[in-house]
């Protein structure tokens, strides 16, 4: 990894951004199983806006004005919400031109901790390459934050930011001298061949086994479903495509 | 990795340790480019007791007690101490029975931060199976801290604490379902072969390569030159094998 062209960094918890200096920075939010899967899967089937929100009650707030509303907490459907953080819940409504208000455990709180960037985008195996893309053009050093689990490291959003990683670093110019973009990037080659199986033994794999969701896994990933590329913009996420 | 016996998990930064119900856990902590590697040969060449110590201010108030005052910033001995952090000058003077202050960037902070934990112990590849045996007899559920750089995750840290966890889920019966352990031992099995060569992009080693100490590197990275096992009694590291 040559030095030339701008940088990316890994963060591997929302509890550790303060470490880094994000300012001038693109910070990719990574929630992978699944709040940033599903959020770019609502864009996908035509989402307006989406505003992540911190706690259920908030949300159900956004339900009198109009906005679906959507809440997960420890892996399940918050009762009393439209949706809840399966990618496929998110394909079986019409969410054209809608605004849907989201909360989940781990991924929402991440976007929060990012507000103070640059820029703030949404990233998951299903629109990997069109962000990376995407942010190869734009000239800035590149953060990736794993939203993690309740601030804990997490290895399916490190197998994330790893292939981010070595997506810069080989074909955009990009170079590393962070520990944890080293580090995600030789997890991410070694599971590369396999991403599912190399997650068998991780933690929230096995929370999700036993709520029976292995298809929402599978499906998250699968790279490059999508060229949406979800950004922030004042409180809402928007798609930068759209 | 079977569940059966006793668990091990891995924490990447002390920042992150809060998160960890280490109350009745062993600590090892690691800090392998130099602090915990210089502890571990300052027993083996005979210091009665080590004191770690957050400032330097503080270190120095020991030397009128008759203390050896070792200090490190950023990578160098601090001018006017005795000791540095080189595990070679811990070789060099006559340290029979002498009791050491000692302060460096990571590692005390580190050692500090585990203070409330069942036994803190100091782990490096220069007593690690020394130290895996006796882990592995004592029934208690292990967390490997690593000290990291300032609050950030890194490589070297993790390693040692995969080859930790790849000793006690192989030959000691230890499970985990952590995933910082799984990631660990993952980047450990990839090392094994040249850890050397494997850190050679890693931030601290081109920290410390800016200060020509590789030969310090080196021997920090050699398995099993000690079998000494320092663990923490009130304030003062102690050779639990003395």
Redesign the interface.
Known sequence: ?QKAGNTIEVC??P??FG?FDSKDCIVVVADVLRATSSICVAFEHGAGRIVPVETTEESMAYRNKGFIVAAERKGEMVPGFDLGNSPFSFMSRDLKGKTIALTTTNGTRAIRAAAGSYKVAIGSFLNISALCRWMAGEGKNVICLCAG???????ED?LFAGAVVSYLTGKAGFYT????A??AS??YE?AKPDLYNFLE????R?RLQRLHIEKDIAYCLTPDQTSVIPVLEGDFLVNLNS
Chains 1, 2 share one sequence.
């Open positions: 990894m591997f918890s509890a550790l470490l689990w309740k601030n804990k490291f997490n290895l490190t001298e962070c520990d944890s080293l580090a030789h997890l070694k033994n991780s933690s929230h096995k």
